[in-house]
């Protein structure tokens, strides 16, 4: 069975940035790995997701957030730059299967 375990969140003010990781543990049906997030209030949104093939981005964070796998096998980063007030939420890591892991809190200071 696959576990997520995210890591990296924190509080940062405006234009600050922060790196997230994920790390995948079991045997991932595939290699995508992905994150969403959640604000307070709010639905569960994409964030951005990278397989073998395609790398994908929100529009809200296109430019700013930049996702990459890691040098271990199943890992992936979530670089985020320029941080803004409105990415505060709380970050979960995603692979297809309807997999998530227990997310890391993201809060940004205006």
């Known amino acids: 069975q696959v576990q997520l375990v995210e890591s990296g969140g924190g509080s940062v003010q405006a234009g600050g940035s922060l790196t997230l990781s994920c790390a995948a543990s079991?045997?991932?049906?595939?290699?995508?790995l992905g994150w969403h997030r959640q604000a307070p209030g709010k639905q569960r949104e994409f964030v951005a997701q990278?397989?073998?093939?395609?790398?994908l981005y929100s529009d809200d964070v296109k430019g700013r957030f930049t996702i990459f796998p890691g040098n271990a096998k199943n890992t992936v980063y979530l670089q985020m730059r320029d941080l803004k007030p409105e990415d505060t939420g709380i970050y979960y890591c995603?692979?297809?299967?309807?997999?998530w892991g227990q997310g890391t809190q993201v809060t940004v200071s205006s």
């Open positions: 995603w692979t297809p299967g309807d997999i």
């Open positions: 990278t397989s073998r093939y395609s790398t």
């Open positions: 079991g045997t991932p049906v595939t290699l995508t």
